[in-house]
């Protein structure tokens, strides 16, 4: 290291920078081939690249504890000044010079500086961005140059000896998987269409068996699909840490349950998961029900003609979680559910075009661009039903302060009157029935876990039974909870944390925890956290009701023994749906698992490696730091799982068939310590809006199931469209 270092000055370009630089500095270091870019000079001194030099020599000097001990350059007038020779001189540093007209020995710069200009200049084209953001694409370039595998014949550790540039470590290209010239060219062509990126990555992982490593850049991504691998990732406690790629939505989600990990996960989720009962999701059949029916009503317009339901099945999730989980339930626009569901599907399209197109990465470049100007006019739309929702219930708030200063002292006084406070002092309460444990994990989690896991927070019941809860008791689960573990909220751990909770009066139970703490919140700061809300309770459970109605469509004999299961429950009535309904729907659920096993809404999971793993399914061991790219899309059409993973046959998950799989091979939720909280709220919720859909319609479809687009970013949707055509059954609303 350090031993030799090339080095080039690279210029006139034109247009000038917008500081007004026309050249660059390379520093290259021979054996790594890693580089530094000195900022463009202004002008073309000689005092320009000696001060550069000086710059580079002490940082990588201080950084590797060892000097530099020769620089190798052309015989420009920068390398054969007085003041250059004598720096090098008092230094000890050796001076070679290539000869006149030869710049092969110093070729190595040369071609350097030829491939940061031809990848600055594609970057510029492809972004669109103009010629004056030449010196942050070439920064640009050179990061990513830096962070690419190169040869190295002796096995050593990367030439900058941290962890940004461990990637290069040759112990890495062991893994299998396509050569990197080949990603990486995929990689740089942003120009396809998110549906034909979709295809390409498919068709690397089903080249490739249990494992595949690919080079998205200079990024190494490490694709799991055996469930054995699987399970040590997702099932351990130790790579809890969420990918990169998951920071572009800290600005909307915060520090919540999604993207946080460590001890600030651990406690809260601790405390948050009793509050995700059974019993508090019973209560919300009501708003299930009405909503669902005012959904049917609109698609009457629909009947007989093709059309997009994942717009109406967008527009309900929204106004379900609105009256569920913030209790929102005043007059508003027909079509506000609607609205925010649009907005929120085009701000996903943005992040997930920051992930994949490198340039985007940076915020300095992402500010400058379009996207960043429609990334602020979405969260404008998305806020705003925020606000509404925040004004709604600020005037509740406003009337009962006293009676949120009372039950303050109710906690702090005696716990046990936290839910259910007696009338008078001398009533006693009766002892609640509590179900057998084994009928509690019957309700709860037959189906999903697929009967030989070990069982999550969630579903350990007799640890989370918190009673019969009042429908507005969250905050009250969630203090007792607190007060169990010790803990007290802040104002920033509340703000955050509850932040992907789905339970009515969020905004009371938010605002309720901030008095607590002595603390007002702003309507921005609640504004934000209702916002992740909102995403992670609707886009996900729209996507997979729209895949169930096109699936419904296409197979209409599974579909005619769906409404004959309907039938026999509801008995051809119009009744509302109840809890004990949704058990003795046995097919539909299977045909909503059946469905979330070939369309899982969220196509990819991705954790960063805080050590080394050893894999179970192979004699590979995948290095710390590395990104691990699980797809359920990929793992759920496994044929050693599921047999012709490719065919809609929801007996696949028949009790007798789930018990003999692997608990990892089937993961819509997610699965170990941090799968989804939300899981069997959106069960219920999903049985109850298909079940009154296909009480009051039959659904067709109108494009054969291998004719489905798909687009894989953050949630899976077609990009052809959920389209279906409706025809009447009965009329139930």
């Known amino acids: 290291m350090l031993q030799l270092i090339h080095s080039n000055v690279a210029g006139r370009v034109a247009p000038t920078s917008k500081g007004g630089s026309k050249y660059i500095v390379t520093l290259l270091d021979y054996y790594f081939r890693y580089c530094t870019v000195c900022v463009y000079c202004t002008i073309r001194k000689n005092s320009d690249v000696l001060s550069k030099f000086t710059e580079f020599k002490t940082r990588v000097e201080n950084l590797h504890n060892t000097k530099i001990a020769t620089i190798r350059a052309d015989n420009g007038d920068e390398y054969l000044s007085n003041e250059f020779k004598l720096f090098l001189k008092d230094h000890d540093i050796g001076h070679q010079l290539t000869i006149p007209g030869t710049p092969q020995q110093n070729g190595v710069a040369e071609r350097f500086n030829q491939t940061l200009f031809d990848t600055a200049r594609c970057m510029l084209i492809q972004s669109g961005l103009k010629l004056d953001f030449g010196a942050d694409a070439i920064m640009t370039a050179c990061y990513i140059r830096n962070r690419c595998p190169t040869v190295n014949t002796h096995g050593n550790k990367d030439g900058c000896g941290n962890s940004t540039l461990i990637s290069r470590n040759i112990s890495r290209s062991q893994l299998p998987g ?129 059309f997009d339901c994942h717009e109406y099945m967008s527009g309900v999730t929204v106004d379900i979680l609105l009256e569920t989980v913030m209790g929102y339930k005043e007059p508003r626009s027909e079509d506000s559910g609607f609205e925010y569901a649009l907005a929120v599907m085009k701000m996903c399209n943005i992040l997930h075009q920051r992930s994949y197109k490198p340039w985007l990465r940076f915020d300095s470049i992402f500010k400058k661009t379009q996207f960043s100007k429609d990334h602020d006019k979405l969260l404008s739309i998305i806020h705003d039903l925020t606000n509404k929702a925040v004004d709604s219930r600020k005037k509740i708030h406003d009337l009962t302060n006293k009676a949120v200063d009372s039950r303050k002292k109710d906690h702090l006084q005696k ?8 009338t008078t002092p001398t009533q006693e309460e009766k002892p609640k029935e509590e179900k057998p444990k084994v009928e509690l994990a019957k309700e709860t989690i ?48 509340v703000r955050d944390q509850v932040s992907t909770i789905m339970f009515e009066a969020f905004l009371d139970a938010l605002t309720e925890a ?14 934000d956290q209702v916002s992740t809300i909102m995403f992670e309770g609707h886009d996900t459970t729209a996507a997979g009701s729209s895949f169930v109605l096109c699936m419904l469509g296409v197979h209409q004999d599974i579909q005619t023994k769906v409404i004959q299961e309907l039938d026999d429950i509801f008995h051809k009535t119009d009744r509302p749906v109840t809890y004990q309904d949704t058990l003795e729907m046995k097919l539909l659920e299977r045909v909503i698992m059946e469905t979330l096993r070939m369309y899982p809404p969220v196509p990819i999971i991705a954790r960063k490696l805080n050590e080394d793993v050893k894999l179970a399914s192979c004699d590979y061991t995948v290095p710390a730091t590395t990104t691990v790219v699980i797809a359920p899309f990929v793992l759920h059409r496994s044929p050693k799982n599921f047999p012709n993973p490719d065919v809609f046959n929801p007996d696949n998950f028949l009790p007798e068939k789930c018990q003999e799989r692997h608990f990892y091979s089937y993961i819509p939720f997610s699965a170990g310590p941090r799968s989804c909280v939300g899981r069997k709220y959106a069960m219920l919720k999903l049985k109850v809006l298909l079940a009154t859909i296909l009480r009051r319609f039959k659904v067709k479809s109108t494009v054969e199931e291998k004719d489905f687009v798909l687009q894989g970013d953050i949630i899976l949707k077609r990009t052809d469209g959920f389209m279906i055509q409706l025809e009447d059954r009965q009329k139930i609303c």
């Open 178 to 306: 396509p050569r990197y010239i080949e990603t990486l060219k995929r990689y740089l062509d942003t120009r396809k269409p998110p549906e034909q990126i979709f295809k390409v990555a498919l068709n690397v992982a089903a080249k490739y068996n249990n494992l595949v490593k690919v080079w998205a850049g200079p990024y190494l991504l490490v694709g799991l699909f055996n469930p054995q691998d699987v399970e040590l990732i997702l099932g351990s406690h130790v790579h809890l840490e969420k990918s990169a790629e998951y920071k572009y939505f800290q600005p909307w989600f915060g520090n919540g349950l999604l993207i946080s990990y460590g001890d600030i996960w651990k406690n809260h989720r601790k405390m948050i998961a009793p509050t995700f009962h059974m019993n508090i999701l019973k209560s919300f059949f009501p708003q299930f029900n009405e909503i669902s029916r005012k959904v049917c009503k609109k698609m009457e317009r629909e009947k007989g003609k093709p």
């Open 415 to 422: 716990k046990s009157e936290i839910y259910e406070p007696k």
């Open 446 to 493: 037959q189906g999903y876990n697929n009967g030989t896991a070990v069982r999550d927070d969630l579903d350990e019941n007799d640890e989370n039974d918190v009673g019969e809860k009042k429908r507005l008791a969250f905050l009250d689960a969630l203090t007792e909870a607190a007060l169990q573990e010790g803990v007290n909220f802040t104002e920033q751990e």
């Open 514 to 527: 901030a008095l607590q703490e002595g603390v007002n919140f702003t309507e921005q700061e609640v504004r």
